[in-house]
């Protein structure tokens, strides 16, 4: 039972590149979410989604884009990469509203 | 504005000792509550969650915390920490009406001293 899996665990970008992380879960939770995390900040909301084909804005989503084509995979983008884009992207899951999130282990993203 | 506080950015246990560790929120109604943990280079996972009900809720791992509504608090405790729960801890605060979005805290990271 893999859970939440993303790819890539590390990525190194260079300012105005582009990239997309890929989460999947194997839970067939309809809700599914990107954080990112950086230094004394805990965790914030970039975009979420409440099942197939619906997706939302979180609390920072601003130079991102995502998709949620299948149930299992959530789509996280950069078009443009930023350096203050550099940080540690979680992707999250859940059964229900509220219920408790399920975390991958994670995507280190640099860009220079 | 809503907010989840953790006071203590760094706590420094020794092994065997009880460990408390703070969480205070500012929300018009009762939330849901949550503690998660994360070991490093790992994502986080779920020691305990309130909803309702019993104001003191056991979790995994030995943990336990009480919600206090008067405090608006919800403090994570062990009576008796060990090396493995060296960690960084995070609060998270969801709202019935937020659609599953939790509110983390900055989180508290905890060394355990021999």
């Known amino acids: 039972n893999a859970g939440v899996t993303q790819t890539p665990k590390f990525r190194v970008l260079k300012t105005g590149q582009s990239m997309t992380l890929l989460c999947a879960q194997d839970?067939?939770?309809?809700?599914m979410y990107w954080y990112r995390q950086d230094p004394g900040m805990g965790l914030r909301l970039i975009h979420y989604?409440?099942?197939?084909?619906?997706?939302a804005k979180g609390e920072v989503p601003d130079g991102y884009n995502v998709s949620r084509l299948k149930k299992q995979n959530f789509l996280l983008g950069l078009e443009s990469a930023a350096p203050s884009q550099t940080s540690v992207y979680f992707c999250?899951?859940?059964?229900?509203?509220?219920?408790?999130?399920?975390f991958g282990n994670g995507t280190r993203l640099t860009v220079t | 504005a809503q907010s989840v506080t953790q006071p203590d950015i760094h706590i420094t246990v020794s092994e065997g000792a009880s460990l408390e560790l703070r969480c205070n929120y500012s929300?018009?109604?009762?939330?849901?509550l949550f503690w998660y943990v994360q070991s490093p280079g790992q994502g986080l996972q779920l020691l305990l969650k309130?909803?309702?009900?019993?104001?003191l809720v056991q979790g995994i791992k030995g943990f336990e915390a009480e919600f206090k509504r008067s405090q608006s608090s919800f403090n994570l405790r062990k009576p008796s920490v060990h090396w493995s729960d060296a960690a960084e801890y995070f609060c998270?605060?969801?709202?019935?009406?937020?659609?599953?979005?939790?509110?983390f805290g900055a989180g508290t990271q905890v060394v355990v001293t021999p």
């Open positions: 999250a899951s859940s059964y229900v509203v509220n219920s408790p999130l399920h």
């Open positions: 839970m067939n939770h309809e809700y």
């Open positions: 989604s409440v099942g197939e084909g619906t997706t």
């Open positions: 929300y018009g109604a009762t939330p849901y």
């Open positions: 309130y909803f309702s009900g019993d104001t």
């Open positions: 998270a605060v969801g709202l019935t009406d937020s659609w599953g979005k939790l509110q």
